[in-house]
Nanobody
């Protein structure tokens, strides 16, 4: 069955870095666009970053642009989110997601077909 398993979350001080990984199985990873989203307590889930199936195109939310980098390794069925210069407002549960409709690179939660269980990222001030 389809599985997306996030890892690499944790507690870090402001200004620090973390790298999230998302290991995929049960579907043809290289044929899916992949995205990262996050959800803070009491807030809606929001877009963070996404990458096309081939990895050749990426997009970021304005709040993380220049600090976060999304990448993927199709040979390892894994997508990554490198997070640098972390801020307390980056604290959230981070989710990876897969979108089979690859002609577009979507920022919409509803566009994604499969979701991971989430990884907690906490940034202390």
């Amino acid at each position: 069955q389809v599985q997306l398993v996030e890892s690499g979350g944790g507690l870090v001080q402001a200004g620090g870095s973390l790298r999230l990984s998302c290991a995929a199985s049960g579907f043809t990873f290289s044929s899916y666009n992949m995205g990262w989203f996050r959800q803070a307590p009491g807030k809606e889930r929001e877009f963070v970053a996404a990458t096309k199936a081939s990895g050749g195109l990426t997009t970021y939310s304005d709040s993380v642009k220049g600090r976060f980098t999304i990448s993927r390794d199709n040979a390892k069925n894994t997508v990554y989110l490198q997070m640098n210069s972390l801020k307390p407002e980056d604290t959230a549960v981070y989710y990876c997601a897969a979108d089979r409709t690859t002609f577009r690179l979507s920022r919409l939660v509803a566009a994604y077909d499969y979701w991971g269980q989430g990884a907690q990222v906490t940034v202390s001030s």
